[in-house]
């Protein structure tokens, strides 16, 4: 009887100029409950994070780092205030650079990855990058049973037939 073979998990601290110097791809998962400030800002993390990652340069000749990371998670839905399902699909593109002067000096489309140690916590970017890809407002697509009781929809309809045209009275005068 064999095994479904253990998903690879993503190292948390590496030392980006050796692996940008390498050009080094790396690829595996991020545990959910690693990701604590993602966490807080949705219901659930449903299932653990794949992530993709180039270390090497970028068009400009800087050392950069480059991905993808997806994730599914739930939101409470704006709308009925059930949950929904969100996939994340979430780009990296990050400038590496190690000091604040050097970001401050990058173009503005160049988003910079402060590195100040030796080693730094991948997790975190991808995290970052996850958070900043989260919806404004979760929304089922459709289906959603509006419950909230406000609105003119929710008026009975003798209220909605009674309510009329402020302006009918100008509308009015003007003939």
Known sequence: MSTAPQPHILPQYVDPRKLAARQVVLQGQIPPESLTRLARTV????EPVSVQIRFGRNLQGRWAVSGT???QVRLQCQRCLDPVLVPLDAGLAVTLVW?????KSLPRAEEAWLVEAEEANLWELVEDELILAL????LH???CE???GYGVDSMPETEQEERHNPFEVLAKLKR
């Open 141 to 143: 697509d459709k289906g």
């Open 99 to 103: 000091s604040d002067d050097e970001a």
């Open 69 to 71: 990371a997806k994730a």
């Open 135 to 138: 919806p404004i407002v979760g």
């Open 43 to 46: 219901l659930s993390i449903e």
């Open 146 to 148: 509006i419950s909230s």
